[in-house]
């Protein structure tokens, strides 16, 4: 019996000590693993835009006098040489020298703003034409196979930007002419024995829409009060302000998409152009930072974005950089040790840093230049327990 009981009591000393054993062993860390994979990857820029009406054309008071309330309201349309505004004359404002002279310095500024703007339709129309020749020219090659098909829709985006310079600068070119007649009427009522009306007609210089009333009320207005806003709201375009640091990157031409405008899908666009120089701005956070103007056309049918209108809110997401195969892993998975990026891998169970070199960087994934192959296990996220050779278990 006493040699039975040493064996059990053995027995159950030998499992007790195997228990605690394996009781105080370090247990495997508990991490997330992604694979590396070979995919498409897009460098993009993201922020907040505005749409606004490309050409907005500000009528403003020629002369001083008296303002007549003004009937319209925001969204109504009209025409070229429609009354906007009446001025009713004050003796003294409407017929002093210093208001002949102010109106006859309007009229020489007002023909040589007219000249320049018919250069620039001159300009825009020749530019518009060689783009219809290139555009011509791309579709016989591709049709023949000697080019491939994307050059033929850049081709064809270009002719579109094209035609919309044209549009803008012979809508210029009519304000210009507009100017010119209304300096010209308000010079004419300090002409000695002109026949002077009992009020002056601000008239309409293009056909659009009534974007804003700055005036309404009947009242007193000097020369050059703003009264209102015409413009076409279905000429539109896009601006929004980014990081300087980011808008060195980004160049006439690129592609980008509208999102979270208000519609359920997404809208092409163009940058046109990245202004060249750049403001402050203080963030939400209160920190100042140097911001630059980047100007895009929606691209596609306008039934696409005929919802949208001046000063809608969007968020743009401009494509700086794309490649079609790209070796990539999550950017959760990178970290800085010893002035290198790293990741660690999972080698037979046990977490193992590696050093890695990357690329460009995508909203969550990055491109791996050097150091891992598609199918490799990383860790994401790895916290501060995870150190090179740590044994881990997947979570």
Request: charged share 20%; aromatic share 4%.
């Amino acid at each position: 019996m006493n040699w039975i009981f040493r064996i059990v009591a053995g027995g159950i000393g030998a499992a007790l000590a195997t228990s605690i054993a394996v009781a105080l062993r370090p247990q495997p860390l508990e991490v997330d693993v992604v694979k590396v994979v070979r995919a498409p990857l897009a460098q993009k820029i993201v922020d907040d835009g505005r749409a606004r009406v490309r050409e907005r054309y500000t009528v403003s008071a020629p002369v001083g006098g008296t303002l007549a309330r003004i009937d319209l309201h925001e969204g109504d349309v009209v025409e070229p040489g429609a009354v906007l505004a009446r001025l009713l004359p004050l003796a003294t404002p409407l017929l002093d020298p210093e208001s002949r002279k102010t109106a006859q310095q309007r009229l020489s500024s007002a023909i040589d703003a007219a000249q320049q703007a018919q250069a620039t339709v001159a300009r825009a129309r020749i530019a518009h034409e060689q783009g219809q020749h290139e555009l011509g020219r791309i579709d016989a090659l591709v049709t023949q196979g000697a080019l491939p098909d994307i050059q033929l829709d850049q081709a064809r985006v270009d002719a579109r930007m094209r035609e919309a310079e044209l549009a803008s600068a012979t809508f210029a070119a009519k304000v210009a002419e507009h100017e010119i007649e209304q300096a010209r009427a308000a010079l004419a009522r300090f002409t000695p024995g002109a026949g002077k009306s009992e009020q002056f007609e601000v008239t309409s210089p293009v056909h659009g829409e009534v974007l804003h009333i700055l005036h309404q009320s009947e009242g007193v207005v000097t020369a050059g009060t703003a009264l209102l806003e015409v413009g076409d709201p279905q000429a539109l375009e896009l601006v929004a302000d980014v990081l300087s640091q980011d808008a060195v990157t980004i160049k006439p031409g690129m592609v980008a998409q509208v999102v979270h405008w208000g519609g359920d899908w997404a809208l092409a666009a163009k940058v046109r152009l990245v202004e060249p120089a750049a403001f402050t701005k203080t963030s939400a956070l209160g920190v100042d930072e140097q911001r630059v103007n980047v100007v895009l056309d929606l691209d596609g049918p306008p039934d696409r974005w005929r919802s949208l209108g001046d000063g809608f809110a969007v968020e743009v997401e401009i494509t700086t950089w794309s490649k079609s195969d790209v070796v990539q892993a999550p950017t959760s998975a990178l970290f800085r040790a010893q002035g290198r990026w790293s990741v660690f891998v999972i080698q037979r169970g046990h977490a193992v840093r590696r050093v890695v070199e990357v690329g460009h960087h995508g909203p969550l994934q990055t491109e791996i230049a050097s150091g891992l192959q598609p199918g490799e296990d990383v860790v994401i996220h790895p916290g501060t327990g995870v150190h090179d050779g740590a044994r881990v278990a997947f979570r």
